[in-house]
């Protein structure tokens, strides 16, 4: 396997962060507010299972 370049690697570090800063905000979110954000991105929760799924999205172009 080839190593990532150094800005790669940063990158990604990032992408994790910002992730976990995500999460943290949706879980502390109003469940109103969560469930919106959920709709937006297609996601469906499960209160009895803890747990999201996305719903299938087709292959075309996001605006």
């Known amino acids: 396997m080839t190593p990532l370049p150094g ?4 990158q990604i570090a990032d992408l994790v962060r910002a992730l976990a800063d995500i999460a943290t905000v949706l879980r502390d979110a109003d ?3 969560k469930a919106e954000v959920y709709r937006q991105l297609r996601l469906t929760y499960s209160p009895k299972r803890k747990r999201c799924a996305l719903k299938s999205i087709s292959a075309r172009t996001v605006e």
């Open 7 to 10: 800005s790669a690697v940063s």
């Open 31 to 33: 469940p109103d507010d």
